[in-house]
């Protein structure tokens, strides 16, 4: 076995510990040579792997959690692609993309899905391990020898392969791209495609406006765009579809499948909607092992076995257990009955809102939500679900009908993410401000939010300093820490992965649950939205133009109205239960049509 000890620069801090790992480790207690010690610059703690006799005092020990020690077998050490330095990530393995169809790529944050994208794209030269020196080109090419990947970087070694990629977190763009839309798009534009790709992608109204004014899912059609435009061999596109509605996910996934001719070039995907993945990919890579420590890359598999592979925990290929027990997404069209006794949370009638400054017209239908109810709420950005909410603690005055029982507080989880949105530094002060329970470790409130989400380790960082998975978590845990009666969390998912977002899924429910409160969660993954509400609002219209939502209907017939203006149907996969989009035009398709059954029949 290869010893692997990683040390978490974010999280080890010397000057703030009595340095129990280097005093308690037993190597150094022998006096004759050390395991661990301070780096030369006093930041972080050096674990000498060849010293070290794996025995887990120091990760024990640390106050912050931030030691990780593995033994990994020595075969796989021959896979080894990159290490980003010592005490650091290991790659092992890739992903091998190929040309005839799309490559879907599927795994835990922190497994290295992103070090893989950078490698494949010619970002990031792989050390193979070394990472004293920088790799050359020839001992890369010699590592791969005999297999795909070989040719793959020979290409990009002698400039052959040109790659272009929509990174993940768009954000940066906003501040880094100047200009408008259309002038971007037509700079970008080095295959003549402009007119189809702004048309597929429904991009014509935003040409005028400047990339700074865009809203989070108009940057992520547009960086979509940007990427098809270019003529390249590759394309990488790593979670295209965060803050995109329903439609808009199947329309970016088809826009992918269309312009980037998939038979010729390479095109990989990255993303955390499974049932979009699944739409999109024809092969998939599961990147697995211990985030932040080390990743392996599988072998390919058919897309849909993939996929049930990860949420079964265990790949056959490999002959490899990834996760104890499956993941299975509660399935449930049935709607939940509540005790005639109890009172409605917020109650309204049929109402119409109407702006005088904008002239955006809302129609609401009538309907309720009970203690502990989750209400879910389908359909695109722009018509009215702000609105809504205000209608509903009473911000607003609607012109016609009323709210009979209203909300007097509404805690609010953004959609979009930006450290902005807490006035405070660090990750315990916003969850403290929020409620003097949620740092009490005998509470609930702090089993469920700083737990199970796994906050324990990141209560001392600045908020500004965490990734964007990590961020979203906060976001949510503060949201439901409040004191409040409505809760609107605008989808919770963003940058989280499969399992954080059962997690978070859970955590909303267990809460919602136990204050006897009201959730109102915008959410576009469909399976996930599945498993946390109880009953649906379905919101349709022309977005900045006039709005239409739906009484509150029930898991079926939500997802089914839903379906239905998309022209979408779903099947339910037999093995893991888990929705799959029919193809267009197939028999399947074709029936559940004309029974009107749009969603799992
Ligand atoms: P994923 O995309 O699967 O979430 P990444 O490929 O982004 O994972 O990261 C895998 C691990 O590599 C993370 O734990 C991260 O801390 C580490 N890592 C990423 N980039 C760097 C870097 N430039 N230097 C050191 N470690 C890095
Ligand atoms: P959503 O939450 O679904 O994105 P909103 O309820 O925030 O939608 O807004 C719907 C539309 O109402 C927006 O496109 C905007 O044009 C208009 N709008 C929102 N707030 C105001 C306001 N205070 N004054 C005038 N128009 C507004
Ligand atoms: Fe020392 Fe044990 Fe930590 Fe290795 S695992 S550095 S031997 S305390």
Redesign the pocket.
Known sequence: MTRLAVVDRDYCKPDKCSLECIRFCPVNRTRKVKAIDLSEDRSHSVIFEDKCIGCGICVKKCPFNAISIVNVPDELEKQLVHRYGENMFKLYGLPVPKTGGVLGIIGKNGAGKTTSIKILSGQLKPNLGDYSSDPDWDRVVKAFKGSELQTYFSRIANNELKSVVKPQYIEAARRVLKGSVGDLLSKADERGLFKDVVDKLNLKNLLDRSVSELSGGELQKFLVAAVLLKNADAYFFDEPCSYLDVRERVRVADAIREFTNPSKNYVVVVEHDLMILDYISDNIVVIYGEPGVYGIASKPYGVRAGINHYLNGYLPAENMRIRPEAVRFRIQVAEKRFEESEYPVVKWERMIHQ?P??G?KLVVEEGEAYPGEVLGILGP???????FIKLLSGELKPVEGSVLISVEKVSVKPQELSPKIFAEETVSQALRNASTEALNPASWLYNELVRKLRLNRMLDRRIEELSGGELQKVAVAVSLARDADLYLLDEPSAYLDVEERIVVARVIRRIIEEKKKTAVVVEHDLMLQNYISDKIVVFTGK??VE?YASRTLSIREGFNTLLMNLSITVRKDSETGRPRINKPGSVLDREQKARGEYYIP
Do not use: E, L, R
């Open positions: 702006y400054s904008s955006f950005n722009g018509v009215g679900k702000s609105t977005p900045s709005g």
